[in-house]
């Protein structure tokens, strides 16, 4: 998935009015402001009532649902090989949001201060915060990839993260 790909799903993704949020490597990548590894999928937050519009425009541009583990997350992918991670989310009034897990007594929580901006190849981008990130990378035996996401947040940011 490179920074074109990312910016021409983001671009799909407004065309259907769908507000989403940069997670996972490519939020981390958007965070520090340039893209440090290579990354195999993009993760996407969306407003769960803007799901139909969402999936319309990715449909049309070639993407096929290859997994579904709603209300927790699912994935489209596409046969060149791009692959997007897509995680409903349901706000509240004051602007946080809550996702869904596969425990239903462990969803995931957002603060209203977890939707922030970054940047991708220049462009300003929608993306989860510095903050939003460390807490998703906790809880699992961390992958190399993780190591790295973490450093490069402790790099630009100085903040602790557990790994």
Do not use: K, N
């Amino acid at each position: 998935m490179s920074a074109d790909d990312v910016l021409g799903v983001l671009a799909l993704a407004r065309s259907a009015g769908a507000d989403v949020w940069i997670g996972g490597g490519w939020g981390i990548d958007a965070l520090v402001g340039a893209e440090t590894r290579r990354h195999r999928d993009l993760d996407l937050m969306h407003r769960h009532e803007q799901e139909p519009a969402l999936l319309a425009a990715l449909t049309a541009a070639g993407f096929a649902e290859t997994l579904d583990w709603r209300p927790a997350r699912f994935v489209l992918s596409h046969p060149d090989g791009r692959e997007l991670d897509l995680h409903p989310l349901r706000f509240a009034a004051d602007g946080s949001a809550r996702q869904a897990s596969l425990d239903p007594e462990r969803p995931f929580d957002y603060p209203a201060d977890a939707f922030t901006a970054g940047t991708v190849a220049g462009r300003r981008v929608p993306c989860l915060s510095a903050a939003q990130q460390v807490a998703f990378h906790q809880g699992y035996e961390p992958a190399d990839r993780d190591r790295h996401d973490m450093a490069q947040l402790r790099r630009v940011f100085g903040i602790a993260t557990h790994f």
